[in-house]
DNA sequence: TATGATTTAATTGTACACGATTTAATTAAA
DNA sequence: TTTAATTAAATCGTGTACAATTAAATCATA
C-alpha cells in the first residue's frame, strides 16, 4: 500500500516539478533572445493569430490582467510586440507582432525544437502525456463543487 | 498531420497549464487556512520529514535559497515552522513544524483529499501520468547538452 | 596555523501569477 | 435620456521563482 502523502507521490508535484523542468530548459534556449519562457508563450500564441485583443490573448494563455499587462509592457520595451487601442470600442486593445518578432520566429522556434528533440521523446509518449493531461484539466475545471 | 507550433500542441504548454490548475485548485482550499499551495508543498515535506536542514528541504522541493528562503520566512511568521542554526555547524538551519502544523495536518489533507476526490480521477489516469510525468523530467533532466 | 577553497544561507533584482480594486468606455433599462 | 449595469484594461498588494551576489562558517592544505 502506496502512502499517498508523500511528496513524491503526489500527482500535483510531479506537475509542479515538470513545469518548473520546461521553464528551466526553454530558459536557456530563450534568454539569448532576451526572452522568458511565457513571453514564449505569448509569442506562440501571436504566431499562430495576430492581432488579437489582451482579453482574447489571456483566455488563450489562461492569464489575466494582473499578469498580462506587465508582460506585454515588456515585450513592448523590447519591440516584441506592439498595442493599438481599438477604434470602434476604446476599451479593447489589440496585439501585434513587431517586425523582430516575427523575423526571429524561425530563428527562435528552431532553437527550441532543437533542445526538445535532445530530450529523446518518443512521439507516442508525447501524444499520450498531452492527451492524458488534457483530460486531467477538464476534469479539475469540470469537478462539481458540492 | 499536426501542427506542432499551436499552442495546444505544445507539451510545455499543457504542462503549464495544468500546473496553473492545481494551484488555483488547491489554493481554494487552503486560502481557508491561510497557506499558499507552495506553502502547502513544504508542509507535505516536513509531515513526511521534520527536523530537515534548509539545503535538504530546498533539494526535496526543487527550490533555490532565493525562493524557500522569504517563504519559510512567511511560515514562520504564520507559526507553521521554526528555524533554529544548529550548533555543531552554524551554516545549517534547521526548520521543524510548530504545532499549529502538527495538529492542522488531519484537516487540511481531509480537506485537500475531498477536492482531489471530487475530480475524479481514476487510479490508473493517476499512476499512469505519475509515471510518465517522472520519465519525461528524468529526460529533461538528463539530456545530452551537445 | 594561516590562507584559500568550499559550503550554507541570506540578500538583491527581475519577472511572473493571481485576486481585488479602480477607471474608463459601452450598453441596457427605467 | 439620464442612470445603472456590464465590460475591458490597468493598477495594487502579496507571494512565488530564479540567477547572481554577498556573507559567514567550515574545511583543506601547504
Known amino acids: 500500500?502506496?502512502?499517498?502523502?508523500?511528496?513524491?507521490?503526489?500527482?500535483?508535484?510531479?506537475?509542479?516539478?515538470?513545469?518548473?523542468?520546461f521553464n528551466k530548459l526553454y530558459s536557456s534556449v530563450l534568454q539569448s533572445f532576451g526572452?522568458?519562457?511565457?513571453?514564449?508563450?505569448?509569442?506562440?500564441?501571436?504566431?499562430?493569430?495576430?492581432?488579437?485583443t489582451?482579453?482574447?490573448?489571456?483566455?488563450?494563455?489562461?492569464?489575466?490582467t494582473g499578469t498580462l499587462t506587465p508582460m506585454i509592457s515588456r515585450m513592448e520595451a523590447n519591440d516584441w510586440v506592439r498595442k493599438e487601442r481599438s477604434k470602434e470600442d476604446e476599451?479593447?486593445?489589440?496585439?501585434?507582432l513587431q517586425e523582430k518578432a516575427i523575423e526571429e520566429k524561425?530563428?527562435?522556434?528552431?532553437?527550441?525544437?532543437?533542445?526538445?528533440q535532445s530530450c529523446q521523446i518518443e512521439l507516442e509518449e508525447y501524444e499520450q502525456l498531452m492527451q492524458q493531461l488534457n483530460?486531467?484539466?477538464?476534469?479539475?475545471?469540470?469537478?462539481?463543487?458540492?
Chains 1, 2 share one sequence.
Open 1 to 21: 500500500m502506496e502512502d499517498f502523502m508523500t511528496l513524491k507521490n503526489q500527482l500535483c508535484f510531479a506537475v509542479y516539478e515538470t513545469a518548473g523542468e
Open 35 to 52: 526572452l522568458t519562457y511565457p513571453q514564449y508563450l505569448v509569442l506562440l500564441a501571436l504566431w499562430e493569430d495576430d492581432g488579437v
Open 54 to 64: 489582451h482579453k482574447e490573448l489571456g483566455e488563450k494563455l489562461n492569464l489575466g
Open 91 to 96: 476599451r479593447k486593445v489589440y496585439i501585434y
Open 106 to 116: 524561425r530563428t527562435i522556434t528552431k532553437k527550441v525544437a532543437e533542445v526538445i
Open 135 to 146: 483530460t486531467l484539466q477538464k476534469k479539475m475545471r469540470e469537478r462539481k463543487t458540492n
